[in-house]
Antibody, heavy 119, light 112 residues
Framework: EVQLVESGGGLVKPGGSLRLSCAAS????????MNWVRQAPGKGLEWVSS????????YYADSVKGRFTISRDNAKNSLYLQMNSLRAEDTAVYYC????????????WGQGTLVTVSS | QSVLTQPPSVSGAPGQRVTISCTGS?????????VHWYQQLPGTAPKLLIY???NRPSGVPDRFSGSKSGTSASLAITGLQAEDEADYYC????????????FGGGTKLTVL
């Protein structure tokens, strides 16, 4: 069974940093591209970042480019999102999602981790 | 402002059929990129409902169907049930200068 478990969320002050993790199991992690998607309170889904299976290709939404860094450790079956210079508008539930090919962001999703940016 | 446009809400009585539209442009749906649909029940993570325009993952009832034509796509739900009350999102890829993976704004389905 595919499982994705996010961790690392919490309350952080504007300008602060946070590192999210996503532990994957139930599939060959190193064979899949992975994505981060976020959802602000009461709002819709927003794609944040993608990383290919071997980390060769990395993409970011304009809203986080230059502030967020996606990475992965295939030996540890883990996906990461380093978030720096956080803003109030980054407040959201962050989901880890397994790419499904055909430009599909999320064949499988984690339960999400809440990031709150507030003073 | 989402790249893909969905109606904010739709509603229907149990047993009825409802459709949710997803309108894009020549840089996404119209460019031939597949459309996918997700269902998000209250307080839960999104779940893949339709992939590749019209394919259902195993376990998804055949009451749910998807279609795509030109720059638009649609999700149809027949035999509406109370448990279908949720938010529905379409998703595709956009090839414009700053585009990447894009979502619709979401549609809240209310079962009357």
């Amino acid at each position: 069974e595919v499982q994705l478990v996010e961790s690392g969320g919490g309350l952080v002050k504007p300008g602060g940093s946070l590192r999210l993790s996503c532990a994957a199991s139930g599939f060959t992690f190193s064979s899949y591209s992975m994505n981060w998607v976020r959802q602000a309170p009461g709002k819709g889904l927003e794609w944040v970042s993608s990383i290919s299976s071997s980390s060769s290709y990395i993409y970011y939404a304009d809203s986080v480019k230059g502030r967020f860094t996606i990475s992965r450790d295939n030996a540890k079956n883990s996906l990461y999102l380093q978030m720096n210079s956080l803003r109030a508008e980054d407040t959201a539930v962050y989901y880890c999602a397994r790419d499904g090919g055909q430009w599909l962001v999320g064949g499988y999703w984690g339960q999400g981790t809440l990031v709150t940016v507030s003073s | 402002q989402s790249v893909l446009t969905q109606p904010p809400s739709v509603s229907g009585a149990p047993g009825q059929r409802v459709t949710i539209s997803c309108t894009g442009s020549s840089s996404n749906i119209g460019a031939g990129y597949d459309v996918h649909w997700y269902q998000q029940l209250p307080g839960t993570a999104p779940k893949l409902l339709i992939y590749g325009n019209s394919n259902r993952p195993s376990g998804v009832p055949d009451r749910f169907s998807g279609s795509k034509s030109g720059t638009s796509a649609s999700l149809a739900i027949t035999g509406l049930q109370a448990e279908d009350e949720a938010d529905y999102y379409c998703q595709s890829y956009d090839s414009s200068l700053s585009g990447h993976w894009v979502f619709g704004g979401g549609t809240k389905l209310t079962v009357l």
